[in-house]
């Protein structure tokens, strides 16, 4: 069940297009730089939703939450996809565009390619910008009244994804555990593997003639 849709972001390119059109020489490339930037990012975003929707828009046990902003207490999370299962499995997803691909170090850092000075640059790490995230969730969901089974609170287990494009490159160390970091068109077989190996086994509610019912 999609509880809410993807932002429509056009206001921001629009007012990007505007700071182009009336900043001076020097800064105007800087102003191009950020603008393909965004529209990369939100090609990549809607990219994802449409296949997280594909599989879960008409689901009686997930939850889908896109562009989802969190403030508590000072600290902000703006969560790219949210998938909340009625097991209390809650799936946050961050999405990132990487048009010349992405190099993980055996150290775990993340390198981007450069294509102008045709070398890799150092990134911030998406699993640290996730685990913020899910950090603030945290806070948000302990502040409500959760599920309880047998006098006992149930919390729920957080699962933490990068998603790429499936036509992005994605240089891996053999060391460093980078499972998850995933195309965005298996995200369906991963959240698979992530109940199958957990022994959740519930069916879908409404969704009948299908072949292989997906517990989410």
Same mark, same amino acid.
């Given at each position: 069940m999609i509880l809410k849709a993807a932002d429509d972001k056009t206001v921001q390119i629009q007012q990007l297009e505007n700071l182009i059109a009336i900043a001076s020489a020097d800064k105007r490339p800087l102003l191009e730089q950020e603008l393909r930037n965004l529209r990369a990012g939100i090609k990549a975003e809607q990219e994802a939703a449409y296949l997280i929707n594909f599989d879960l828009e008409k689901s009686q046990n997930t939850v889908v939450i896109h562009d989802l902003r969190l403030e508590i207490d000072g600290r902000v999370a703006q969560i790219d996809h949210l998938l909340i299962h009625s097991t209390l499995n809650v799936f946050v997803l961050e999405t990132k565009h990487l048009h010349a691909g992405m190099r993980i170090t055996e150290t775990?850092? /993340?390198?981007?390619? *450069?294509?102008?000075?045709?070398?890799?640059?150092?990134?911030?790490?998406? /699993?640290?910008? *996730?685990?913020?995230?899910?950090?603030?969730?945290?806070?948000?969901?302990?502040?409500?009244?959760?599920?309880?089974?047998?006098?006992?609170?149930?919390?729920?287990?957080?699962?933490?994804?990068?998603?790429?494009?499936?036509?992005?490159?994605?240089?891996?160390?053999?060391? /460093?555990?980078?499972?998850?970091?995933?195309?965005?068109?298996?995200?369906?077989?991963?959240?698979? *593997?992530?109940?199958?190996k957990a022994g959740v086994l519930i069916p879908l509610v409404g969704l009948h003639g299908l072949c292989q019912q997906r517990p989410w």
């Open positions: 775990g850092e /993340f390198e981007s390619w *450069n294509a102008f000075k045709k070398c890799y640059e150092g990134m911030a790490s998406p /699993f640290a910008q *996730n685990e913020r995230h899910i950090a603030v969730l945290k806070e948000a969901l302990a502040r409500i009244d959760m599920p309880s089974k047998m006098g006992l609170r149930l919390l729920p287990v957080y699962h933490s994804y990068v998603l790429v494009s499936p036509k992005s490159r994605i240089d891996r160390p053999k060391k /460093f555990d980078t499972s998850h970091i995933i195309k965005a068109d298996m995200l369906g077989k991963t959240i698979d *593997n992530t109940f199958e």
